[in-house]
């Protein structure tokens, strides 16, 4: 069975010989760009192993893992713009680069380049895929308006939060997987599995990366700590102790994240010391691990031998060993 290195190797080659237009110059070098300057390529990575768990042979998996790869990496692009993002893995984002329009535009191709990939493929899965690829553009779009949503919203309830990362985030490593498993020749209960599969991962994922923002390691996470905080962001932490806080408490975390004054490392001591006093960091953990619990047993119930599925349960597993 192929390993996370070795379908991450073949997205790289991949990626490396795919050909992009030359003209306009201001078009197609930020795009170009944005898929030279790395990142983990997981969600690729997924389709191929999603593909490979069901048949050995990969290769009609690649145009369709390219797919995912651009669209992803399309939504980031406009995400920096919305946020105003000067920095995204460690190099300057295409608007602060060239401009707001170029980045605009050039992410508007990224989306059809990515159907471009997709379509790359067997005629007799060819609308399987595309239903599922275009339901999850949908998805993500949806999840980043509540987020964005979100900012102006005093109250957001932990449902809501939920839905919102299960649509920005969780639904995109599902249809990876259910992708690669519609090519490898999976059965539909087999292919629903493993999009479950993937998308409660992805909500473990997510929750994760909101506790270590706040109690991991900067050197292992790669990350500034206390950025959510900071930036004010509602988190499943922040929305999960407002939520639990009597109306004495909510004025308290009130004042602190309207505090334009305070010390950044004061208002993450004093955020924090809140989180604590309601046990945060445990309930967070709880919810990762039942979220990666519900994962494993959709893994469970895919009719394949046990054998073929490691690779993905050690996928899984590096996944949420980040930083504990």
């Given at each position: 069975m192929l390993t996370l290195d070795t379908t991450r190797d073949m997205v790289n080659k991949a990626l490396s010989n795919l050909v992009l237009k030359t003209q306009p110059a201001e078009l197609y070098d930020p795009i170009r760009y944005t898929l030279s300057i790395g990142g983990k390529r997981l969600r690729p990575c997924?389709?191929?192993m999603g593909?490979?768990?069901?048949?050995?042979?990969?290769?009609?998996?690649?145009h369709p893992a390219l797919a995912i790869e651009i669209f992803?990496?399309?939504?980031?692009?406009?995400?920096?713009?919305?946020?105003?993002?000067p920095i995204r893995r460690n190099q300057p984002t295409v608007h602060k680069q060239w401009n707001r329009n170029?980045?605009?535009?050039?992410?508007?191709?990224?989306?059809?380049?990515?159907?471009?990939?997709?379509?790359?493929?067997?005629?007799d899965i060819i609308n399987d895929l595309i239903h599922i690829f275009t339901r999850t553009a949908e998805g993500v779009c949806e999840g980043?308006?509540?987020?964005?949503?979100?900012?102006?919203?005093?109250?957001?309830?932990?449902?809501?939060?939920?839905?919102?990362?299960?649509?920005?985030?969780?639904?995109?490593?599902?249809?990876?997987?259910?992708?690669?498993?519609?090519?490898?020749?999976?059965?539909?209960?087999?292919?629903?599995?493993?999009?479950?599969?993937?998308?409660?991962?992805?909500?473990?994922?997510?929750?994760?990366?909101?506790?270590?923002?706040?109690?991991?390691?900067p050197i292992i996470f790669g990350?500034?700590?206390?950025?959510?905080?900071?930036?004010n962001k509602k988190t499943y932490l922040l929305v999960k102790t407002v939520e639990m806080a009597d109306e004495k408490m909510k004025e308290k975390i009130i004042d602190l994240l309207e505090d334009r004054n305070m010390e950044r490392e004061e208002k993450i001591r004093s955020v924090k010391?809140?989180?604590?006093?309601?046990d945060i960091k445990q309930r967070t953990n709880e919810m990762v691990n039942n979220y990666f619990s519900k994962a494993n047993s959709k893994l469970e119930e895919v009719r394949v031998e046990e054998?073929?599925?490691?690779?993905?349960?050690?996928?899984?597993?590096?996944?949420?060993?980040?930083?504990?």
């Open positions: 997924m389709v191929i593909c490979n768990l069901f048949k050995d042979q990969v290769d009609e998996a690649i992803h990496n399309f939504t980031l692009l406009h995400d920096d713009i919305m946020d105003d993002s170029i980045a605009i535009l050039s992410g508007d191709v990224m989306a059809f380049l990515a159907y471009g990939q997709l379509i790359q493929t067997r005629t980043q308006q509540y987020d964005m949503n979100f900012e102006s919203k005093c109250k957001v309830t932990e449902v809501e939060y939920l839905k919102m990362i299960e649509l920005k985030t969780a639904v995109l490593i599902g249809a990876s997987l259910k992708i690669g498993s519609v090519i490898g020749g999976a059965s539909t209960s087999d292919a629903e599995s493993m999009y479950a599969f993937g998308k409660n991962l992805g909500m473990a994922f997510q929750l994760q990366d909101d506790l270590l923002d706040v109690y991991g390691d990350k500034t700590i206390g950025g959510d905080i900071v930036g010391t809140i989180y604590d006093q309601y054998r073929r599925k490691q690779e993905l349960r050690k996928l899984a597993l590096s996944l949420l060993d980040r930083e504990k």
